[in-house]
Structures are given as structure tokens and as C-alpha cells.
């Protein structure tokens, strides 16, 4: 049964894109109890995505869009505790304790602590002046480090460490990216696309080093030199570790709740208590499209299982499932991703890289699983549209771009 | 603070007045008032999901869309292109005062 007040409120723990979108999603369906949103950081809540985009450019604004304006949350009667965490919880007693020592009881709780970027397991990592990227003070630091001459290394050519690398080469930094794999953003996308965003770092002053694996830090009483495996070394006024996230499970996972490098929740974001939920990229899910288990760290994911765990809470109807869905901009170029892609998905690429503006097209077992778009979005939208169909499409047709993949789905016999 | 206010028709049809500040997109003022609008992208033109309707005058009164505001938008539902725009696109203008607003449908 869906009771829309109690007398404890709705506990959220990190006010990211996911517990913001609970607040506001448990309001817009009309539950009427309390709503107590905390988090580590003491800020209004804001966008994650310019930090590592917008933010940087030299002489753009020091702040991030915030996901509500402060009076937001006044105006729904959301109570937000900024510049505390949640230490533990109590599940019995239904309460959580917070980092000065009070204790706060809830209905229900939703754990939306996000992830933080993995710290880099090699001596010397801890120097002053080896950064990660994850906050708006993180981000500002790191644009004041940002100054022309100086010698930036990234350790990570995913698509943080390159965001961050096509800022700094247009500070006028010098800027080194150290990746394991042989090309970038390999965990992602396909060759093609990798290929045409290295040739575009490079046209603007970025080196890579590829196979590189950083062994230490090295420096007095900052980072001076990063060194790799075959012993080389690598002069560095800034290094940035962007080698991916964890997530932040161990308030679940210290009170027994079932994680496995993420929160297990279900498809409403319910944990193996049901009295806590979890939202975000703090979670691991099975996907609705193929089934996989899952972690995913992208706004629209948090979003929609924001959206799943208010209307468990609230009722009220479910919002639209956007397929996963991801973008990232560097030096000015645009690439767009619709659907997750598996490495052995067949690759069709529309239209022609060297003219800038092309599509790399997934298919599995015939069907469109995947999308990349770069440089345009002509065929994003119709894209997801197409994998949520689960579409099948004639590889030959794919790779006309005067032809639509509606059109090129539409002409592909269905027993193909 | 400010009593901009900008008419807001919803999916159903039903009007409503919401405030709008400066400093704000429009796509923001709606997400502030808690208008059905994802806004998925934060407001950067990558989504799709703040489109909605202008009057003609004001449409034509605004700067030109980019060009990845025209590829989302084109295969949008109800797309029409006198008057749809990305709601974040669209920057607070205190001649915008008064304005109608339509929601797209969603896809
Ligand atoms: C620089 C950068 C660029 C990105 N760019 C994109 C992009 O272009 N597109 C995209 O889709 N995604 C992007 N992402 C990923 C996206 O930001 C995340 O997927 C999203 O923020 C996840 O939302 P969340 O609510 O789960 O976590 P977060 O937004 O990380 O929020 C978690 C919050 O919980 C707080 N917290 C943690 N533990 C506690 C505790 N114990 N008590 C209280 N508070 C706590 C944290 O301080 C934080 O504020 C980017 C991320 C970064 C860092
Ligand atoms: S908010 Fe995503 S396009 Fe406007």
C-alpha cells in the first residue's frame, strides 16, 4: 500500500543528480511526509557534467548550473543538510548517524551517495598536486593549476582524463596522457571512434603515450615526474588520475545490505532491505534492454532510477525509460553515445570520419544495440528510438548515410 | 527577487504562470517548477527532452538555433519549425516577460 506522508521522513543520503531527483520526484507525486536531503558537500546541488567541460575553459564562469536554485528547496519543504555525511545506519531502529553525532530516524532511506574517482594505486599518489576530478572544488583547483606552460600529465584516456587534456591544451598546458590500452577511451567506443579522438587531441598539441602502465609519483614535496613500467619519466607540474570510479557502498555494505561492487537494487531501486533503497552510480542493476548486470555512471541513469524509487515510495506513474544515454565534448567536438555497446558488437560506420561529422553504428545478433555519433546528432534521437525497439538493421544499409537508420530499419527484412 | 512570470501550458493543456529569474534558462524556471521536463543534459543541448513551443513572435524575435539544437529537434515529436525550440537554449530576456509556453509532446 502507498501511504503518502508518515510521521519519520524519507532519508536521502547524497544530494548528486540521483537523490535530487528523488526529492523532487517524491514532491511532484504528492508525498506530503518530510524529505531530509543530506550531503558531504556544503554547496547548493549542481550539475556534475561542465565540471570537467564548460567550467575549465579559461575565463568561463566559476560556477556549475545548479540542478534546483536554492529556493527550490524551501518552497517544497525539502530539509538539506550540506557539509555533513551519514556515518552508519541502524536498520533495525531505522535511523542514521550523522558525522556530528545526532541521529536521525526515517520512514524510508535512500542511499544516492555516488561514487568517487578511484585513487591511483602507485607510490607517491598522494603528493600534493596529483589530483582526481569529482567535485566543484576539485574542479576549481585544477583550473587555477591550469596555466600555460605548464605540464600536465593524465594519468587515464577515458573521457574525464580527456576532457580535462583538451582543456589544458587550450590553456596552452603541455599535456601528456599515459593509457594502459593501445587506444583512447577503449572501454567505451569502438577503434573508429578512438582513432578520429586521438588525431583530434594531437592536431591540438595533446601526446599520448599508449600502453603505458604509471608505476609511481615521484617528487619532494609535490609531484614532479610521473615514471612508468619500461622506466621512463615524465616531467609534471599537475598530474590527474582519471582512471574510473567506485562506488560509495559501504554504508549498505556495513549494514549487511547485499552489494557487489555496487548496491543490488531491482528495477524500483529497492534493496535487500525494504526499507532502503539506493539510486545512481552508487548502484549495480540488471538491465531492462539485455539483461546484463550492470553499473552505470550517467545522468540519465541516475535519473531514471531516481525516478523508479519515487514512485515506489509515492506512487503515481513511472516517467518515460530513456535508453542509457552519454555525451562528452572535446576541442569542441561532440560525441554522443545511445545504448551501451559490447566490445564484440559488429561496427558499421555511416558516413566519413575524415570530414568530421560521422556515425559508428552497434549491431548485435542483427539488431541495433548502440550508437555513436560524432561531430552531429542527426541520428542519436532516431537511434534510441530504434535500439528501444530492438530494430533490426541490414549492416549494407547502415552504412549508407543518405540513408535514415528508421528508413534503413524499415527496408531490413525482419527474419534477416 | 523577481516576478518575470512566463505562461506555462502543460501536456494536458492547462495553463499556468511560473516565475522565471534571470540567470536562468527557460528549460531551468520549468525544472524549477516542477514541469515534466527530464532535462536529462543538464542544458546543454545534448537531449532533447526540454522541448517545447514559442509564439511565433518570440521565435523569430531569438537568436538562430545551433545546429545540433536543429538535428535533435527535427525528428522530435511534433517538431514544427516556426516554433520549436530547446527550452535550455533559450536565455532569460526581460522582453521575454509575459511569454507563452508550450510543452512538446514526448516521445
Ligand atoms: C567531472 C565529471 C564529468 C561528468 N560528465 C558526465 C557527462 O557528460 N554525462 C553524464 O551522463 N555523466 C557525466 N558524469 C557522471 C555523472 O556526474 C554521474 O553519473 C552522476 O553524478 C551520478 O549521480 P549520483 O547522484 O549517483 O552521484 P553524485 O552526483 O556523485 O552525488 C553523490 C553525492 O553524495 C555525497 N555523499 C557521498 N557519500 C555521502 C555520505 N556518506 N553522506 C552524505 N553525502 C554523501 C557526495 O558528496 C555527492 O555530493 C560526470 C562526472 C564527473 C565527475
Ligand atoms: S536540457 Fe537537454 S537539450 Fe535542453
Redesign the interface.
Known amino acids: 500500500m502507498v501511504e503518502n506522508h508518515a510521521t519519520e521522513p524519507i532519508i536521502i543520503v547524497g544530494a548528486g543528480h540521483a537523490g535530487v531527483a528523488v526529492a523532487a520526484g517524491l514532491r511532484t507525486r504528492g508525498w506530503q511526509g518530510g524529505i531530509l536531503l543530506v550531503d558531504a558537500e556544503k554547496e547548493v546541488p549542481y550539475e556534475r557534467p561542465p565540471l570537467s567541460k564548460e567550467l575549465l575553459k579559461p575565463g568561463a564562469p566559476e560556477e556549475p548550473t545548479l540542478l534546483r536554485r536554492e529556493k527550490y528547496y524551501e518552497d517544497k519543504a525539502i530539509e538539506r543538510i550540506g557539509g555533513l555525511t551519514v556515518e552508519s545506519l541502524d536498520r533495525a531502529g531505522r535511523t542514521v548517524l550523522l558525522s556530528d553525532g545526532s541521529r536521525r530516524g526515517y520512514h524510508r532511506l535512500v542511499i544516492a551517495t555516488g561514487s568517487r574517482a578511484r585513487a591511483l594505486p602507485v607510490p607517491g599518489a598522494d603528493l600534493p598536486g596529483v589530483q582526481a576530478l569529482r567535485t566543484r572544488d576539485d574542479a576549481l583547483e585544477l583550473k587555477r593549476a591550469l596555466v600555460a606552460g605548464a605540464r600536465v600529465v593524465i594519468i587515464g584516456a577515458g573521457y574525464i582524463g580527456l576532457e580535462v587534456a583538451a582543456a589544458a591544451a587550450k590553456s596552452g598546458c603541455e599535456v601528456t596522457v599515459l593509457e594502459f590500452q593501445d587506444r583512447v577511451m577503449s572501454r567505451v567506443t569502438s577503434e573508429p571512434v578512438s582513432r578520429f579522438f586521438e588525431s583530434l587531441h594531437q592536431a591540438n598539441g595533446v601526446r599520448f603515450v599508449f600502453g603505458a602502465a604509471v608505476t609511481a609519483v615521484e617528487g619532494t614535496d609535490r609531484a614532479e615526474r610521473v615514471i612508468t613500467a619500461d622506466g621512463s619519466s615524465y616531467g609534471a607540474d599537475v598530474v590527474i588520475a582519471g582512471i574510473g570510479v567506485v562506488p560509495n557502498q559501504e554504508l549498505a555494505e556495513q549494514a549487511g545490505i547485499d552489494s557487489r561492487d555496487g548496491i543490488l537494487v531491482d528495477g524500483h531501486g529497492l534493496t535487500s532491505d525494504p526499507y532502503v533503497y539506493a539510486a545512481g552510480d552508487v548502484t549495480r542493476f540488471t538491465s531492462p534492454w539485455d539483461g546484463a548486470s550492470q553499473r552505470l555512471e550517467c545522468i540519465q541513469s541516475a535519473l531514471a532510477q531516481a525516478d523508479g524509487v519515487a514512485e515506489a515510495i509515492a506512487g503515481g506513474a513511472p516517467k518515460t525509460t530513456e535508453i542509457p544515454w552519454f555525451w562528452t565534448v572535446q576541442h569542441g567536438v561532440r560525441l554522443q553515445t545511445a545504448g551501451v555497446r559490447h566490445p564484440d558488437d559488429e561496427t558499421v560506420v555511416r558516413g566519413t570520419p575524415a570530414e568530421g561529422k560521422f556515425s559508428v553504428v552497434y549491431l548485435r545478433n542483427g539488431r541495433l544495440s548502440a550508437v555513436d555519433t560524432i561531430g552531429g546528432l542527426t541520428d542519436f534521437r532516431p537511434a534510441k528510438k530504434l535500439i528501444a525497439e530492438g530494430a533490426r538493421i541490414d549492416p549494407a544499409l547502415a552504412a549508407n548515410p543518405a540513408v535514415s537508420l528508421a528508413e534503413a530499419a524499415a527496408a531490413t527484412d525482419p527474419k534477416n | 527577487m523577481s516576478n518575470n512570470e512566463v505562461n506555462v501550458i502543460d501536456r494536458e493543456g492547462a495553463a499556468r504562470p511560473i516565475e522565471w ?1 534571470p540567470e ?1 534558462s527557460l528549460m ?1 524556471a520549468l ?2 517548477a ?1 514541469l ?1 521536463v ?1 532535462a ?5 543541448a ?4 526540454c522541448h517545447v513551443f514559442l509564439e511565433k513572435e518570440v521565435f523569430d524575435a531569438l537568436g538562430e538555433r545551433s ?2 539544437e536543429i ?2 529537434l ?3 515529436e511534433g517538431y514544427r519549425e516556426d516554433a520549436s525550440r530547446l527550452s535550455c537554449q533559450v536565455g532569460f530576456e526581460s522582453h521575454l516577460d509575459g511569454l507563452t509556453v508550450t510543452l512538446a509532446p ?2
Do not use: F, I, M, N
Open positions: 529569474e536562468q531551468e525544472r524549477d516542477d515534466p527530464l536529462s543534459c543538464g542544458g546543454t545534448s537531449c532533447a527532452t545546429e545540433d538535428e535533435l527535427v525528428d522530435a514526448e516521445d
